[in-house]
């Protein structure tokens, strides 16, 4: 099978020959079970001499530099990094000989990876080989339907004077910027920055397509949007409940935790439409049917009520709503009503509930399947609620363990590119947001106003990513702004993660401008010029590997990169390329801030290309402001001793039992490994980081917590703040309490806590805006959370559905349960946008799709490649693992079909798209289930793009994306897209 | 299923298989047991790598042994 | 005296490919050849699912070196089997002897001459001199000069390979199977490639350990 999977046997463009592949497995299935006899084997491995054809047909290019490998030759140094294909955090000691990246050697002291990589991280080296390589090298514009080489200065000139036309013309709005999880932290931060200066909310990333719906529902919850523990954590836990994450393949090192867990005895359960290779390692398996993750929630949830498992003190003193909760699970969500919608047993659904309650503390993990739904939000809070019942929230081995997936999408969330918040989630709505930021950017805040289009549109959230083609192509008298989308920034961000592709290539036709900056131009480039003759523009940019800053890892630790190499070929940095950008605008000063002392905030220093703003210092800017978060104690010294003394950190704590940083002399002693945010107070404080949220059983100096005070302190006259005696440990305020101000301080009587400056600037402050640090210091050092205690909300009252609901997907297979759990009225104005639920849903039934396309058609991942995959399917060492994109297919249903494993077939969509992929004939999927993994780009409904690439810079492995078919479908309150759930027909391929 | 027995070596047994030195026919007709190679041990170590006195086998095994034990994450875990 | 070997845990191996890449990143193996690979078997049968990564294991009685006509095998002081690319005329017959099907046959003209043998090297390169460019051309790497073990066992993502001295491989192994209450206590490939269980040993353990 695995042959299959990796190449279906048949050589293609770059075929590694089966026969390779057959002789491997064949020779080990011959040990394994002795099954095939020695004549069978040799007459089916095909023996010949040479086999491995065309094995010479990519140059390779390393040889050139073997002299380099001979470590004897020369002076080396070694690089600490941080992998940039996953969120885990990996941590890769590169060693580099006059500037060239020669070896990549494991990281044993790591706490986090322990020196452990998959095949993305084994394989990042290959980033540093310029022979051959597949990425853009210099600017370029499509001009006549071809691509041209440009000078940075050109291309510079030119994309300013048409953006400032367009400007001009439509106003800031009319420019969309896509930023990246990609960046670093600093990177990020700079770019809304950026966007800000430009006068418009009109910017987005990864992380509205994989967790908006998390970091909404979560926050929602208890505070904030993000993993509660760490992978780490794991080790401390009885029971893990994987439901909608695939980690052996999206997070394969965080299984290091995961199985050592099991080993000791923790059960591990996986539910999940597909038998996956994470659930070929659980204790127990479950296969429900996708999109019904709410019934299967509320149907474990049912026999923990019913049985009387629910933590009774826990969720007296912590959880506000669950009475309303239980009443309504017991009524709705009856064993056969589960049944019903999930399709699983009554006994599946018990044995789960039966093992999470005999097994606490536990986690229950997950990622994009329980995110990428139209009603993801509801999912999300029905994970929590059943944490919350379990008593499995705020403390070491339990509580929602949610897997990023880029290395720094959380960081990025956290203060980067998003469409409705400032740095630090400060709403854009509230003008003390802009008040508070403008201050710490040293910016004119009635400058910054006359940049917006309004002071209205400023306090407005932009469009999202997932919706941009409909800034483009929506009519205008329906869009929530004055002009339509006319120019696109794709700032590393592949095109082909994004629903409707079908739809963005028609947006693309009427786009004025679309830039693309990034490593490698990505499909964005092929896509555009496929429709296009000119209007628009590559900049290579440098990766994270020829840069330096910090990112921030899942489990919330920053861990500072040091730059391995020199930018590649023509390619400048991220932030060099803002700051040059933003000269032509005219806000340069503006991006880099300027104190009263006419100094920048952030200083500019050389790098290759021109000179750029220093990382050090925008983390000491992120440090001034993010309070929040607790951003502001991970000084870039302190970040930089945790990478030095990665030995010192605890494994299962992530604490520093102790130690001393040899170069600073700064003392490691009961810090968490990357100062987990939130790491509240200044650097000089020394908090040590949050391993664990909401963890009452420690003192807030010891990274304790508990849930946030943020929707005040009752509603209809129930209690929302946290019950008597429950509090951190150690807290002064031994009961629930609203968070910190100069007012609760004095009412305290511990203002004069506060030092003579402090008072000066906690006057008429918060804890959220006091940039001295002095209301959240005095807090803590009574033992108190800044930002309050609470209770956590088992119903989010102002969501549209307090309690979550079912509701079937747009495209439902089942039109009988469309009619029992129908989705939303559609929406006139979500995000500047209308959006649609009930009418297109309605008219999927109507128009019986179901009937049309029978099997439901959901999307994932492959251990070899990330995201877009363009960078992935670049790196031959990867590229050769996986030659052909396929789609997973039950043994019944390519039968019915007529389909053979290994050929080509059509699949097709209620989007009208149809995709050539290859059957992969397997038990993986039921026999109502298809799967496409989402990482490949670069055919076009059975076309190979390749003509419409720049030369040079198409990679290795192309093949149909899967979002090219994917279909309408947003989540209510985030607008997060539906990948997870449609529908589909697969037929045999005819050309 | 069935192939974990066919294939398996009882755990009990892995460290204490029964080991005969092979030895090439080329080797055996030259007398010798290793031919044609340099022991690792003979090598200087990096200036940036693992330490053992070069020539000295035993300091280069215990060096390897001690290496080798950041495959087992039990040890960093639980020392 | 250290005696190097591989084990590759198939209760933790969870294919992702690591072991493969790493080694391509440290012995810039070209595309098509596959010193290393991971192999699934049962692939999406709930319950039977098992992936294992398999490369040459360095046999005790290692069939190709019986089978080579040139005699260009060679094994190590600590146990490793090597090969002379110089004396390989590239007949294939070590392939047939291999139980695990490790020679890889790379096509003329890439890595190394026309049909020579490839294979895993334990990260320990050949005959030519330790560490030099020659060696790295034809061979790959060679950690072991360098106090390294090979660059797939260091990196696994989930420290399912092991490689390594034989002796400490045993007892790495040996807690993790007494931890999970021996399951997995299958030593995958063990059996062929370092011998039987000596007499009056405990027999291999039942069939379905994990089932």
Known sequence: ?991 | MIRCSLLAASVLCIGGCMEVEQVSNAQKQAGQTVRRDTNPWSNEPLANGPKWSKGDRTSWEEQIKKRQLAQHEHRRIYE | ?211
């Open chain 1, 1 to 991: 099978m695995l042959l299959t999977r990796k190449n279906n046997g048949s050589a293609s463009q770059h075929g590694t020959s089966a026969v390779q592949h057959n002789r491997l497995s064949q020779g080990l299935s011959s040990v394994l079970g002795k099954t095939i006899d020695r004549r069978t084997f040799l007459k089916r491995s095909g023996m010949t001499a040479g086999a491995g054809i065309a094995a010479a047909q990519i140059p390779f290019s390393m040889m050139g530099e073997a002299k380099a490998a001979d470590a004897a030759a020369g002076k080396t140094e070694v690089k600490r990094t941080i992998c940039t294909h996953c969120s885990v955090g990996c941590a890769i000691d590169a060693v580099v000989q006059d500037g060239v990246w020669i070896r990549q050697e494991p990281v044993f002291d790591s706490p986090i990876n322990l020196g452990a990589h998959c095949a993305k991280g084994a394989s990042i080296r290959e980033h540093g080989i310029t022979h051959d390589s597949h990425r853009l090298k210099y600017p370029m514009k499509l001009e006549g339907g071809k691509w041209k080489r440009l000078s940075w200065d050109q291309a510079y000139t030119e994309i300013s004077e048409k953006l400032l036309k367009i400007r001009k013309e439509s106003g800031p709005d009319a420019l969309f910027v896509v930023g990246s999880s990609k960046h670093n932290n600093e990177q990020a931060y700079l770019l809304r920055k950026w966007v800000s200066l430009w006068g418009s909310n009109n910017t987005d990333h990864q992380a509205r397509i994989c967790h908006s719906t998390t970091v909404a529902g979560v926050a929602q919850t208890w505070g904030y949007g993000a993993m509660t523990n760490s992978y780490n954590d794991e080790q401390n836990s009885k029971s893990l409940f994987f439901l909608g994450s695939n980690a052996a393949e999206a997070h394969p090192v965080s299984m290091l935790h995961t199985l050592h867990a099991k080993e000791n005895g923790c059960k591990v359960i996986v539910a999940d439409p597909r038998y996956t290779r994470t659930a070929a390692k659980a204790d127990i398996y479950v296969r429900f049917r996708s999109g019904t993750d709410v019934p299967l929630i509320f149907g474990i949830l049912h026999h923990i009520f019913k049985n009387g498992w629910e933590d009774k003190q826990y969720i007296h003193d912590r959880v506000y709503g669950m009475e309303d909760v239980k009443k309504e699970v017991m009524a709705k969500w009856t064993p056969d009503k589960v049944t019903e919608a999930t399709g699983c047993s009554e006994a599946e659904i018990f044995n789960i509930a039966k093992t999470m309650a005999e097994n606490r503390p536990g986690f229950i993990i997950w990622a994009m399947g329980q995110t990428q739904h139209n009603n993801a939000n509801g999912i999300v809070r029905a994970s929590n609620i059943l944490q919350l019942a379990l008593g499995n929230v705020g403390r070491s081995g339990g509580g929602c363990n949610i897997y990023r997936g880029h290395d720094n999408v959380q960081g990025a969330t956290d203060v980067g590119p998003n469409p409705d918040t400032l740095p630090g989630y400060y709403p854009v709505t509230v003008p003390a947001s802009w008040a508070h930021w403008s201050r710490v950017w040293n910016v004119d805040l009635a400058w910054l106003k006359k940049q917006f289009a309004s002071e209205a549109m400023m306090a407005k959230p932009g469009m999202t990513v997932s919706r941009w083609i409909d800034g483009v192509l929506e009519k205008n008298e329906l869009i929530d702004q004055e002009s339509n989308l006319r120019a696109i920034v794709y700032w590393g961000h592949a095109p082909n993660s994004q629903s409707r592709g079908l739809e963005m290539v028609e947006a693309m036709k009427k786009l004025d401008l679309m830039i693309v900056v990034d490593p490698y131009p990505s499909a964005s480039a092929a896509m555009f010029a496929m429709v296009r003759k000119d209007g628009a523009y590559l900049l290579p940019v440098a990766t994270q590997l020829e840069t330096e800053g910090s990112a921030t890892a899942s489990n919330r630790s920053l861990q500072w990169r040091q730059k391995v190499i020199d930018p590649l070929f023509e390619s400048r940095t991220d932030h060099m390329i803002m700051y040059q950008l933003a000269e032509k605008f005219g806000f340069a000063k503006e991006l880099i801030g300027q104190k009263g002392d006419g100094k920048p905030n952030i200083a500019l220093v050389k790098g290759k290309g021109g000179m750029e703003p220093s990382m050090e210092d925008t983390l000491r800017e992120i440090n001034r402001g993010a309070w929040t978060i607790g951003y502001t104690g991970q000084s870039p010294e302190r970040l930089q001793a945790h990478m030095r003394n990665m030995h010192q950190f605890d494994v299962k704590t992530l604490r520093a039992k102790g130690g001393k940083d040899a170069k600073t002399g700064y003392d490691l002693t009961g810090d968490y490994f990357g100062l987990p945010w939130p790491c509240y107070g200044n650097a000089a404080l020394k908090h040590p980081g949050s391993p664990n949220l909401y963890d009452n059983s420690k003192h807030m100096m010891d990274g304790g917590g508990n849930f946030r005070a943020l929707w005040g302190a009752e509603r209809d006259g129930v209690n929302l703040l946290a019950e008597d005696g429950s509090h951190p440990k150690g807290a002064e305020i031994t009961t629930g309490h609203p968070p910190f101000d100069h007012v609760l301080l004095k009412k305290l009587g511990w203002w004069d806590d506060l030092t003579e400056d402090e008072k000066k600037e906690a006057e008429g402050k918060t804890w959220a805006n006091d940039l001295s640090g002095g209301i959240q210091r005095v807090a803590m050092k009574h033992g108190n959370h800044p930002f309050g205690n609470a209770k956590a909300r088992a119903v989010v009252w102002n969501f549209p559905d307090g309690i979550p609901q079912h509701r079937e997907p747009l495209y439902s297979p089942r039109p009988d349960m469309v009619e029992k759990y129908p989705t939303h009225d559609d929406v006139k104005n979500m995000w500047r946008l209308p959006t649609l639920f009930k009418s297109v849903q309605q008219k999927s039934v109507k128009e019986e799709m179901h009937k049309k396309y029978p099997l439901v058609l959901t999307s994932g991942r492959l251990v070899e490649y990330e995201g877009g995959g363009e960078e992935t399917r670049s790196n031959p060492w990867l590229a050769e693992l996986q030659q052909d994109n396929f789609v997973e297919i039950n043994p019944k249903s390519a039968a019915d079909r007529g389909i053979r494993n290994g050929e080509f077939v059509w699949v097709s969509t209620p989007s009208g798209a149809k995709l050539k992929v290859k059957a992969q004939v397997t038990e993986r999927v039921g026999p109502d289930t298809c799967f496409i993994p989402f990482h490949f780009s670069g055919w076009w409904q059975g076309q190979d793009m390749l003509p419409y690439y720049p030369e040079g810079a198409a990679p290795i492995v192309r093949g149909e994306a899967v979002n090219t078919a994917t279909t309408y479908g947003y989540d209510r309150v985030t607008m997060m897209q539906e990948t997870k759930t449609t529908l589909c027909q697969v037929a045999k391929f005819q050309a």
């Open chain 3, 1 to 211: 005296m250290a005696r190097m070997k591989f084990l590759c845990d198939a209760e933790r191996c969870i294919e992702c490919n690591g072991c493969v890449t790493a080694c391509k990143n440290e012995n810039e193996v070209p595309w098509g050849v596959n010193r290393r690979r991971v192999v699934t078997i049962n692939d999406g049968v709930i319950g039977a699912e098992k992936s294992i990564s398999v490369a040459c294991m360095h046999c005790s009685d290692a069939p190709c070196m019986a089978v080579c006509p040139v005699d260009c095998f060679y094994k190590t002081a600590d146990g490793v089997v090597l090969h002379d690319k110089d004396l390989c005329i590239g007949c294939g017959y070590c392939f047939y002897a291999c139980p695990f099907g490790a020679p890889q046959f790379p096509q003329a003209g890439a890595f190394g001459l026309r049909g020579k043998m490839d294979k895993c090297t334990f990260c320990a390169g050949g005959p030519e001199e330790d560490k030099s460019e020659a060696e790295f051309k034809k061979y790959g790497r060679n950690r072991l000069a360098e106090g390294k073990l090979p660059a797939c066992a260091e990196m696994c993502s989930t420290k399912a390979l092991l490689g390594g001295d034989g002796d400490v491989i045993a007892d790495i192994y040996r807690e993790r199977v007494a931890r999970r209450g021996s399951k997995g206590a299958e030593a995958w490939g063990w059996g062929s490639a370092y011998g039987q269980p000596p007499k009056g040993a405990a027999p291999a353990a039942p069939a379905g350990g994990k089932s």
